[in-house]
């Protein structure tokens, strides 16, 4: 698995040819991928108030909800025209509650990346312990801003982190959306039927999507499970064609495209995660098996 910084892709146009991991920031290293490229976007961005990645400037730190909402609108801009004039963005976003105006959060034996040095206040007109929203409003503004905003998809996480909590439901679902460039795209709903109710006969894929979470003890932190990212990938391309992740984390999105026998590049910033995803994808085999086929 290749592995390549900035300054090499500006100096190398011809290695967009293979799958790749690009270092560096997302917001930087966008800006020179190629125009009108990749089949889909699949990603999901640090949610705002949830982790601390440890660097300056960190996508998911900002102090105000608008301005993690105008970071993401701008990345996805960017993307926008990254993207073929029928490709699709699948975006995974969590919600967040105020914190109370605390100014810290202390680690978790069982979820050490729970650790946080700061804490965002209360946004302006929200009261503490406010359900924010986040998804929406990042999703109302990339709508705004020109994208198609297809699909809202509930991810129902069965075996859901416990949550302490006595006065509201745990939290056992994240929002996948799917937004398009334009009004016309590819999406292959064949590729992707579930089992009916009826035994033997298969149906269009409904809007909840049941699949565990995947805890990933090198990373800290659960990762994109691979059963939610093959759907996706399935309805959005054709074999050898490229999906982008501009927050490539621990690498499932490229694991996934490598098995089903499809290209990517996938943008990285911090070197754990990017050791840890070569790793993972060089341990892949390529196919083209799907439960559902």
């Known amino acids: 698995m290749t592995v390549i910084e900035l300054p090499e892709v500006k100096e190398s146009k011809e290695v967009w040819n293979s799958s790749l991991i690009l270092k560096g920031d997302s917001r930087q290293v966008v800006k020179e991928l190629p125009n009108d490229f990749y089949s889909c976007c699949v990603t ?3 949610y705002w108030g949830k982790r601390d990645y440890g660097y300056d ?39 967040s509650y105020t914190s109370g105006n605390r100014t810290w959060r202390a680690e978790d034996k069982k979820n050490p990346a729970r650790g946080m040095t700061y804490r965002p206040p209360t946004p302006s ?33 069965p075996n859901c982190q416990p949550e302490s909590v006595k006065d509201r439901p745990t939290q056992s679902h994240e929002y996948i959306f799917l937004f398009s460039k334009s009004e016309k795209y590819y999406y292959d709903s064949v590729s992707i039927k579930e089992p009916a109710i009826e035994k033997g006969k298969l149906r269009n894929k409904r809007t909840v999507w049941q699949v565990n979470t995947e805890p990933f003890p090198e990373a800290h932190f659960a990762t994109f499970p691979e059963e939610l990212v093959k759907p996706i990938i399935l309805a959005s391309t054709k074999p050898d064609q490229f ?51």
């Not at 998911?60 to 029928?86: C, M, P, Q, T």
């Not at 924010?132 to 509930?154: C, H, M, N, T």
């Open 57 to 95: 400037t960190q996508i998911g730190a900002e102090f105000e909800i608008n301005d993690y909402i105008n970071h993401l609108v701008s990345i996805f801009r960017d993307i926008r025209k990254k993207l073929k004039e029928d490709g699709t963005l699948w975006l995974n976003l969590g919600d």
């Open 44 to 46: 999901s961005p640090p």
């Open 243 to 293: 999906v982008l992740d501009p927050f490539f984390g621990a690498g499932t999105v490229g694991v996934v495209s490598k098995r089903l026998n499809r290209k990517f590049h996938g943008i990285e910033l911090k070197n754990e995660y990017l050791e840890i995803a070569k790793k993972r994808i060089n341990n892949v085999r390529q196919t083209t098996a799907f439960p559902y086929s």
């Open 125 to 157: 007109g929200l009261k503490p312990k406010d359900l924010i929203g986040v998804p929406w409003k990042v999703a109302f503004a990339l709508q705004e801003d020109g994208w198609y905003l297809r699909s809202d998809i509930i991810w129902y996480k």
